[in-house]
């Protein structure tokens, strides 16, 4: 049923990439659960496969001293559901991650796997872009730094050089009165995947204005998006309830939705006024906020 050409588990970092080098066509192997369905439904055939789960450098949950947290691209969302870190600097990161398939998926299925594998709909996705998340990828040849917001390229398609691996996931320090919320509308509450998902991230400055919005959305388009006109608007300002009607709307400038048999455009359309609105309201709030 499987068809697999070559299994390879490196034992070091070192030894990981001297092989990607050496087999570019190799097909890293996180927990599977994207992996295993495309070669049981033979979209992937004769893979050589690469299982990175003797690699540490991939592992763990820190808080540095500047206050960047590094989520390394082998924690599962049980992990990233069950850290105090991410619970303080990120609470909607584990949102995101119990909100993901359910707890067997949850078990296996890592957050670099999640990112790699580039899908719109990848529930980590609108939170990782609304913290402009930096992905520090490793190959022989080096160290690249990447922001999220760049690193998406089409649906299901990412710009990860074959020979790299994604080590880690950095989300920058926040302001010390910050916000976010993520919302995932999808038809079950549970083994179901986004009609669209909407994350929120505010910092609210000395002054009691916004001094940073983020709004960013799955399902919205091709790729995860960025609702800049709608970001732009709400910056600057102590918003009202008028306010956030208007940042749902401009919401959609920056968005795409098509009709799949999940949802129609319309539908999503609807979706996306109102899941800005309200995800950005509670980011906000979180923040310290009053409407
Ligand atoms: C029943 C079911 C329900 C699901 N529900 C959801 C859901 O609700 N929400 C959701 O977002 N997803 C869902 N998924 C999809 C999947 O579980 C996630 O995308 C998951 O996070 C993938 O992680 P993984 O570790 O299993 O990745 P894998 O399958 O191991 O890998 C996925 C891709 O990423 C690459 N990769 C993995 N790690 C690295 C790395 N460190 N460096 C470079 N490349 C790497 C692999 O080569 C592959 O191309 C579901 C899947 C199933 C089977």
Redesign the pocket.
Known sequence: MYSVSELYIPQTLGEALAYLSEHPDT???????????QMRAKRLEDVRLMS?EKLPE?TGIRCREDGVVEIG??TT?TQLAASETVAQRAPMLRTAAL???GPQ?QN???????V??G?T????APGLFALDAVLVLQSAAGERRVPITEFYSGPGRVK?DPK???LHIELPAAAPRHGDCYLKFSTRKA???ALIGCAAACEIGEDGAVSKAAIALGVAAPTPIRASEAEAFLTGRKPGLEDLEEAGRLALQSASPRSSWRASKEYREQLIRTLAKRAFRAAYESAGGVL
Request: proline share 2%; hydrophobic share 50%.
């Open positions: 097909r890293p192997l996180a927990g599977g659960t994207d992996v295993l369905v990175l991939l691209a082998l969302f909100a993901m398939g998926i296996r299925a890592t957050i670099g796997g999640n790699c594998n899908a709909s990848a529930d980590s990860r790299e691996l994604l083994m179901d995947l």
